[in-house]
């Protein structure tokens, strides 16, 4: 079974450009999960869609935001980019059978972000 | 903000040694998880605890999930040196009976095991 696979490994901007990255889920997940891995702070929390929708969002500005696709593929857009976007990002994929599922969390290897 | 102390933040330990790390919060978690990750890889998910009390194993490693529910902890049994890495604890808080599909992390522990 192929696990959640992330687009592209790397990726290069500079300062106020805009950053496409791209995720597919684990098959059969319905959920996929962004999360930002900043040297020094560990993983943070960005957004959450499940079924096509957003569900919930971390503590990050507007100017972050995302889509899934009815394959449940999904996409994560970053405008107006900064220095400090300079990251790791995470994609995770799980099950949510429910609202009070817990389900596992099922990460890809990331998209490295280096903004010059 | 929601936070999760883990330590110790780094571990350096001889091949065959035992290792324990924890993760506390004064927050109640209704789920935790242990993540493993290697450099340029993602976190790859070790063990999944999911009621208070609960022990659970994954051969040489196994997880406690605390009673009150504010902690958790990692014990590795008889390190080898593919155990080095950076170990990361993750939970979900309890906020009713919702999920908000949100994962915090501790800040992780990094292993170095010596042959």
């Known amino acids: 079974e192929a696990g959640v696979t992330q687009s592209p490994t790397h990726l290069i901007k500079t300062r106020g450009q805009q950053a496409t990255l791209r995720c597919s889920p684990i098959?059969?997940?319905?959920?996929v999960y962004w999360y930002q891995q900043a040297l020094g702070l560990g993983l943070q929390f960005l957004l959450w869609?499940?079924?096509?929708?957003?569900?919930n969002r971390g503590n990050f500005p507007p100017r972050f935001s995302g889509r899934q696709f009815p394959n449940y593929s999904s996409e994560l857009n970053v405008n107006a980019l900064e220095l400090e976007d300079s990251a790791l990002y995470l994609c995770?994929?799980?099950?949510?059978?429910?609202?009070?599922?817990?389900?596992?969390?099922?990460f890809g290897d990331g998209t490295r972000l280096s903004i010059l | 903000g929601q936070q999760l102390n883990q330590s110790p933040q780094s571990m350096f330990i001889q091949e065959g040694e035992d290792v324990s790390m924890n993760c506390t919060s004064s927050?109640?978690?209704?789920?935790w998880l242990w993540y493993k990750q290697d450099p340029g890889e993602g976190p790859v998910l070790l063990i999944a605890?999911?009621?208070?009390?609960e022990l659970t194993s994954n051969g040489r490693l196994t997880a406690q999930f605390g009673i009150t529910r504010k902690d958790s902890f990692l014990n590795i049994s008889a390190s080898i040196p593919s155990d080095v890495g950076i170990y990361f604890c993750?939970?979900?808080?309890?906020?009713?009976?919702?999920?908000?599909?949100?994962?915090?992390f501790g800040q992780g522990t990094t292993l170095q095991v010596k042959p």
């Open positions: 995770a994929s799980s099950l949510v059978r429910d609202s009070v599922s817990n389900q596992p969390q099922h």
């Open positions: 098959s059969g997940h319905t959920s």
């Open positions: 869609y499940d079924e096509g929708e957003e569900r």
């Open positions: 605890l999911y009621k208070a009390g």
């Open positions: 927050s109640i978690f209704n789920t």
């Open positions: 993750a939970g979900r808080i309890a906020i009713g009976s919702s999920n908000t599909g949100k994962l915090i």
